[in-house]
């Protein structure tokens, strides 16, 4: 069942003492079966204990409450204490002591509203990781990894800095026929600092390579990431500070 269906076959209550609180009133086969493997029925009727304990220091409001008192007129449940016949202008006592009684003869249960808000929402999903640095562990052991990288954003970010080094008149474009360098995990040593100002796709592969190797430096890198941060930016032309970033992005530390 759906939870317009629930809607339907429930009533919201709404309380000044505590100011805020919501009760939501149904019957245990609606409540079920309308949310199915949301449902609580423990907890449903602890709620519906605490609901009892604080409804004398809300009744005046809901008898006045016109609205209420109509919808609880137009419900099944007070079928037996004959409301139907009950002025909600004037009888609202009467039908709230007749919701009370079914409350707590457990025909009724009262839980904790609000109403919508015991159904899963449908547009819920696991949110785009961000690279941002994480350190420890899952409640169940399961450790975390250190940083989250989210592509999409990478990109987003470089195209970014790439548009305002040009506006700056410092930056190179993306050549369309940009080729790809190999890495050499045994090239020599290469100091960062000796190519942390360049900017731009170098003209040659050997160039690109000291490029690399001072980004691989710069940030620590073992070989295998720095396979992968190879296997990641090969044919985009990207100078050291660009190659820096995305490794920054995909395995933290080191500082441009």
Request: hydrophobic share 35%.
């Amino acid at each position: 069942m759906s939870q317009s269906v629930f809607e339907m076959h429930s009533v919201e209550l709404f309380c000044q003492r505590p100011p805020g609180a919501r009760y939501v009133i149904c019957d245990e086969w609606h409540y079920k079966a309308c949310l199915g493997k949301a449902a609580d029925l423990q907890r449903a009727k602890a709620e519906t204990r605490e609901f009892l304990d604080i409804a004398q220091l809300n009744g005046r409001t809901w008898q006045e409450d016109r609205k209420l008192v109509k919808d609880l007129i137009g419900c099944h449940w007070l079928f037996f204490h004959g409301v139907r016949d009950r002025n909600p202008d004037t009888d609202g006592w009467w039908v709230i002591l007749a919701l009370l009684e079914e409350v707590r003869r457990g025909n009724l249960l009262a839980i904790k509203g609000p109403r919508n808000g015991l159904f899963p929402s449908p547009y819920s999903s696991t949110p785009l990781r961000n690279p941002v640095a994480r350190t420890g562990s899952h409640p169940d052991g399961e450790r975390i990894l250190s940083v989250q990288y989210d592509p999409a954003t990478s990109q987003a970010r470089l195209a970014a800095a790439r548009a305002t080094r040009a506006g700056d008149g410092g930056a190179s474009t993306l050549p369309g026929d940009a080729q790809p360098f190999d890495y050499q995990p045994d090239m020599p040593n290469v100091d960062a600092m000796q190519v942390a100002g360049s900017e731009g796709t170098p003209r040659n592969n050997q160039a690109q390579n000291k490029q690399f190797k001072a980004v691989v430096k710069a940030l620590g890198l073992n070989k295998n990431q720095a396979r992968q941060l190879h296997d990641d930016i090969s044919k985009h032309g990207l100078g050291y500070h660009e190659m820096l970033e995305r490794g920054q992005h995909m395995f933290g530390g080191g500082d441009d």
